[in-house]
């Protein structure tokens, strides 16, 4: 939890997950430029698009990925140099993502979160990913069905989405808090 995590957590996940995107865009964009021609496909998160409980850091890198690549695709634009940028926010998706998860102590989490394991097969998430690049799409979500709905209440009912967040997160919290006791 955020409050339990100390600083130095949070800047290895910004890191990893924000400032390393910023990096190697940065190292690629000049050449894109020069080309008058370029597609940067930044990979994000329903966690970017609203706070989840237990991943406080983890919601604060993705949700700078997409202000900041915002921000590049707009002024791309307006300097007309052909570069595009899609963000992408991919839901639960069966990857390693919950087991490399760091704790408050900096160690890994080491299990499969059962929302990841019952997430969309990545070859599934890939496709949707490839077709938003071609489509030229700004931003996509790719997710489950629940998780989709849950950014729609959010993006366009926010306070709503926000009481749904607060509620769901107070059972989510104790489930997880009962089950680290058990281990």
């Known amino acids: 939890m955020g409050r ?11 890191n990893t997950d924000f400032l390393s995107c910023v990096a190697l865009t940065k190292g690629v964009l000049p050449s894109m430029i020069s080309n008058k021609e370029g597609l ?10 609203t706070g989840l409980p237990l991943r ?3 919601c604060g890198a993705k949700h700078g990925l997409i202000g900041w690549f915002d921000a590049l695709r707009a002024e791309e634009v307006a300097q007309g140099s052909g570069v595009k940028v899609v963000n992408v926010c991919p ?6 993502v919950s087991k490399n998860a760091l704790k408050a102590d900096g160690s890994k989490f080491g299990t499969t979160d059962p929302n990841i394991a019952s997430g969309l097969k990545v070859e599934k998430c890939c496709r949707l990913i490839i077709n938003a ?4 799409i700004d931003e996509v979500w790719v997710a489950p069905r629940k998780e989709i709905w849950v950014l729609f209440v959010s993006q366009y009912l926010p306070s709503v989405g926000k009481a749904l967040t607060k509620k769901m997160a107070k059972n989510y919290v104790a489930h997880t808090l009962d089950q680290k006791k058990q281990q």
């Open 40 to 49: 940067i496909i930044n990979i994000s998160s329903v966690a970017g698009k």
């Open 56 to 58: 406080t850091a983890y």
């Open 4 to 14: 339990e995590a100390g600083l130095e957590i949070d800047l290895k996940v910004c």
């Open 133 to 136: 690049g071609h489509a030229g």
């Open 91 to 96: 839901g639960s998706t069966q990857t390693e």
